[in-house]
């Protein structure tokens, strides 16, 4: 891994990753001449990649819990299907935070914007495999969270002959550009329900807000038939009673952090 940085206290500050060098990078901290730096945002995340994974979900989890609001702030305010805000919002679609987010009025359009951007961008076309992975990545998750429902005609129509193009071109590569486009394909031309096997994937990804999180418990509701007990304290954590919250507690109190929404 290779950096571009004047000085030795630039190198340092790069590889610190923290919660707040993140959201300073996607522009969200230092006021109104605060920028995005996407460049720096890349070469942290890359950083963090080599990290333990415990630290990973730890770090990601209580970004989106802190910044989710104001990153999905930033990504309205932002254009194309690439840019720092789209980049951390990919990097955290997994956890339970973002996944109630975009259930909710603030988060609902994600979709629908992410597949205009990618629809109408001209200079898709002329991305590179890994650029054209982390893009296809996120509007695949996008569409199968949210579906189809706010995207217009046009738009399918013109991400259709996209995603043909890029898994076409990038079959039997085994990058992520080949399979994103491929779900993206695959969920873009239904015409009702989800392709088979996608059910079970989308499922897995939506557990971590409709399920019991203790290890081992699959109720999505408590045993007196009661909806499932929520965190107090993160609001995303589901329990079908105390013995399991408690249970829980251990691995979930790494990840648990007050959500500004």
């Not at 890029?166 to 969920?187: D, P």
Request: net charge positive.
């Amino acid at each position: 891994m290779s950096f571009s940085v004047s000085s030795h206290e630039e190198l340092q500050a790069i590889m610190n990753v923290t919660v707040e060098s993140l959201a300073g990078f996607c522009g969200l901290t230092g006021g109104e001449d605060q920028q995005a730096d996407y460049r720096s945002l890349m070469q942290q995340l890359g950083i963090l990649q080599t990290r333990p994974m415990a630290l990973q979900k730890k770090i990601h989890n209580e970004f989106a819990a802190k910044y989710l609001p104001a990153l999905m702030s930033v990504y309205r305010e932002s254009s194309g299907p690439l840019n720092a805000a789209m980049t951390m919002l990919n990097v955290i679609s997994y956890t339970a935070y973002f996944v109630r987010f975009q259930r909710s009025s603030a988060g609902s359009d994600l979709a629908a914007i992410q597949a205009h951007r990618t629809a109408i961008d001209p200079a898709s076309t002329l991305l590179d495999i890994d650029t054209i992975g982390e893009i296809t990545q996120f509007l695949g998750t996008l569409l199968l969270l949210q579906g189809t429902s706010g995207i217009t005609e046009d738009d399918k129509k013109a991400l259709l002959s996209k995603m043909n193009k890029w898994k076409n071109i990038y079959r039997g590569t085994g990058r992520v550009a080949e399979k994103a486009s491929e779900r993206c394909n695959a969920l873009l031309a239904r015409k009702s329900g989800l392709p088979a096997g996608y059910k079970d994937v989308k499922d897995h990804i939506e557990q971590v807000v409709e399920q019991c999180g203790a290890e081992g418990c699959s109720r999505r509701q408590q045993t007196s038939g009661s909806e499932l007990m929520q965190c107090a304290r993160c609001k995303s954590a589901l329990y079908c009673g105390t013995a399991h919250q408690k249970q829980a507690w251990p691995s979930h109190k790494s990840t648990c952090f007050a959500p500004t929404f």
